[in-house]
């Protein structure tokens, strides 16, 4: 089955649900039984691990299942799991694989919140990271220890977009024992197959491209089924539940997430072409753009590119920066992304950023390209980079 049939058809049954084309809303704490034997009957299926057996509201309803089977068709796993965030998937997969003594391995472009767990809140718990250098590629083979157990990967880096070689870091992972997990937000389920690359645990948050629509928080874990018993029990464990309106949203998100990922591609792309004339532009980092460091790999492992990448201006003047932000209309001054609306925000490369892979000299924006006409989002883009200009010339009248 192709990408968009997928899409549409994946964890569906209407038949199950008096022919309505989209499983309900199941709001559910208690699920009863009918009698003693029934009971047990449920318990047993979940003991068991039936799909879609449940005994409460917290191990999941018909939406919930619905996701999860869904998701994990789309990504090639075995089985998924929904969180309450993309963050609390992330954090609920790296206490279920990791134990005191254990060290990880994360490299230094990782989504921060993803690093500050590992360092703020298992390092107390004993586990061991280490950050490093997200082009390493057969190179970790070096960092590797006796204690490794999980080496997170996230290609490409967020804010920096680093392409990593998740298959050459994974052989190496694999032969001495520690399982890759990886963010695979910005490939979305359709553009980079985590589980065809070596990956054992896949982590969405759906939150970006999978709801859509900028208005729920979720995230989704899809685990091979070596992975898979570790990570469900750790998720019951800690509590980990999601409600069906936001499971909801990621359902209905997703069956027109192909046609939204190829509308943010192929404007991503044009915008991030245009961007690379502009002369106030010091370099955009794009990875379909041949002039990216990792265009080849990417070319290699993916399928397509979302809306999401960065550019540098020219400019290292705060005043300038801001006076080009203040100028947009179109493009909203937000955190998050994969919503039908376009954003653009500052940022800094964070401190641990190894320092080599960061040439860059001037000020650094993230730009989420949207599902408005491509010509309305450059005009915006020039009005910004006039502002930008009559800030520097005022600066260059007082200077003379
Ligand atoms: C947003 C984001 C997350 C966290 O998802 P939330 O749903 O906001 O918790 C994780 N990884 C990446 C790459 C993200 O962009």
Known sequence: MKSNTQLVSAGRHPERFAGVVNTPIFRASTILADSMAEWDAMKRARAADQVGASTYGRFG????????????????GYRSLVYPSGLAAIATVLT??????????????????????????????????TCYDPLVACGIDTLMRPNTRVVYVESPGSETFEIQDVP???????????????????GTPLFFKPFEHGVDVSIQAATKYIVGH???????????????????????????????DEIYLALRGL?????????????????????????????????????????????????GACGLFAIVLRTRSQKALTAFVDALQHFGLGVSWGGYESLAIPFTPGKSHVGARWPYQG??????????????????????????????????????
């Not at 002039?291 to 290699?300: E, M, N, Q």
């Open 61 to 76: 309803t018909p939406t919930t299942h619905a996701l999860e089977e869904a998701v994990a068709a789309i990504e090639g």
């Open 214 to 244: 900028s208005d729920a928080m979720l995230g989704i874990a899809t685990c091979t089924r070596e992975t898979w018993l570790k990570v469900k029990q750790a998720t019951y464990d800690m509590g980990q539940t999601a409600g069906p």
């Open 255 to 303: 069956r027109t997430m192909g046609v939204r990922l190829q509308q943010h591609g192929a404007s991503g792309l044009r915008i991030a072409q245009w961007l690379e004339d502009q002369p106030d532009v010091e370099v955009v980092l794009h990875p379909g753009l041949p002039s990216h460091p990792g265009h080849v790999l990417w070319k290699r492992d993916f399928t």
């Open 168 to 186: 050459a870091i994974a052989a190496v992972a694999h032969a001495q024992g520690a399982v890759v997990v990886m963010d695979n937000t910005w």
């Open 363 to 400: 000020l650094a924006l993230r730009l989420h390209v949207g599902l408005e006409d491509t010509e309305d989002l450059i005009d915006d883009l020039r009005h910004g980079f006039e502002a930008l200009q009559r800030v520097q010339s005022v600066a260059e009248e007082s200077y003379a």
């Open 96 to 129: 279920a694989l990791l134990a005191a003594g254990d060290h990880v391995l994360v490299p230094d472009s990782a989504y921060s919140p993803t690093r500050t767990f590992l360092m703020q809140v298992l390092a107390r718990y004993d586990v061991e990271v």
